[in-house]
């Protein structure tokens, strides 16, 4: 069965907004506004920008073909000028629909990508979702269309993993062979196998955010639901494909339902974030998450468990700096209730809220829906 998790933010976090220094006079410009027709809509990942200044991404809705009236989404470049371009239009049976999570490129100017939904026919009726390539001319190939059996479905929407051969990894939210998620690779002869297929139970459920890859070749992510006691858990598959499950979270106040990307620092120390659980009273009573470390011998410690006022379900993929400074956002809480971002010491618990930017509430364009 499919587990709905609490909230999905939508919308990724640029790390380039996160690494700038805060100095109090900020240069700030709107270098492109969507409109919502055929040049895109709602863009839902980061950005990439090539050697020329030009940069790519992703818009969740738009184009010029109608998904459920609010368009099938765009892959998009905007140049050094200004001038935006939608490089392809997704037409949802066949290229996908909903692209979300950021693209990663390779060196010969090929962009890799996931959309949410659409491809071919399945279980889910929009289609189970596709991972897709696509080069700065606009020549779009789909990699995979997930079919929602042992293969996964709803490819989650953060990133792609890329290795040096060429290999692609990632996870779905649902589908494997319980149809609660996978881990997959697509290998440089673009062909799908799955690493992992959760089963529910002890190995975890639902994985929603993206892998990270260490030098070795071991990929790192959580699931949302799961685990002894269904509060989701941290795994590790390494170079060999074998599986392991570093951390069950227990709920309460050791957090629960993690998601977003991890952090790794050199040690081999994890980073991540826990949408619920930590102080357990703050609103809700089931508390409103926490930044945590997971160290090589598995030991969980809690970095900051957050109280509403600096900030309420924390979610996304964490940036960790040289300092060891973590970077984040929360969706909800601080003074308007709108979310904050924040930044936390690795080494201790402490955590400030940076009053630059402020998180905004993103409205979900619904229709399709996300994992």
Not at 19 to 48: C, M
Not at 284 to 312: E, I, N
């Amino acid at each position: 069965m499919i587990r709905k998790p609490l909230f999905l933010l939508s919308a990724a976090l640029v790390s380039a907004c996160m690494l700038v220094p805060f100095a109090a006079a900020q240069t700030f410009s709107v270098l492109y506004t969507f409109t919502g027709g055929a040049d895109g809509g709602a863009p839902r990942g980061g950005v990439v920008l090539d050697s020329s200044g030009n940069i790519y991404g992703t818009t969740y809705n738009g184009g010029t073909t109608s998904c459920s009236g609010l368009g099938c989404g765009t892959v998009f470049k905007l140049d050094a000028t200004g001038n935006e371009t939608a490089l392809f239009d997704f037409i949802g049976k066949g290229s996908g629909a909903d692209p979300n999570g950021n693209l990663i490129p390779d060196s010969q100017g090929n962009l890799y990508g996931m959309t949410n939904v659409g491809g071919q026919t399945c279980r889910e009726g929009f289609g189970c979702g596709t991972v897709f390539k696509v080069d700065r001319s606009g020549h779009f190939a789909v990699l995979h269309a997930f079919a929602g059996g042992f293969d996964g479905a709803r490819p989650s929407n953060r990133n792609l993993v890329r290795d040096p051969a060429g290999n692609l990894y990632g996870v779905t939210f649902s589908g494997g062979a319980a149809d609660d998620g996978s881990v997959f690779k697509i290998d440089s002869a673009e062909s799908e196998s799955v690493l992992h297929a959760f089963n529910g139970a002890s190995d975890g459920a639902n994985p929603i955010g993206g892998l990270i890859r260490d030098s070795q070749g071991n990929l790192y992510g959580v699931t949302s639901f799961g685990g002894s006691s269904n509060s989701g858990v941290i795994f590790k598959i390494d170079a060999s494909n074998n599986f392991k499950v570093l951390y069950q979270f227990s709920g309460g106040a050791l957090g629960y339902e993690p998601n977003g990307g991890l952090a790794r620092d050199s040690a081999g120390n994890l980073y991540g974030l826990a949408f619920g659980g930590g102080d357990l009273t703050c609103q809700p009573p089931s508390g409103c998450g926490l930044v945590y470390k997971l160290d090589s011998a598995g030991t969980l410690t809690v970095l900051h468990s957050f109280h509403g006022t600096d900030g309420q379900a924390p979610n996304g993929n964490l940036i960790r700096d040289a300092a060891g400074n973590l970077y984040g956002t929360t969706y909800f809480g601080g003074q308007s209730n709108f979310g904050t971002v924040f930044k936390a010491r690795s080494g201790r618990q402490s955590l400030r809220s940076l009053p630059v930017y402020r998180a905004v509430r993103w409205g979900l364009s619904g229709g399709r829906g996300d994992p």
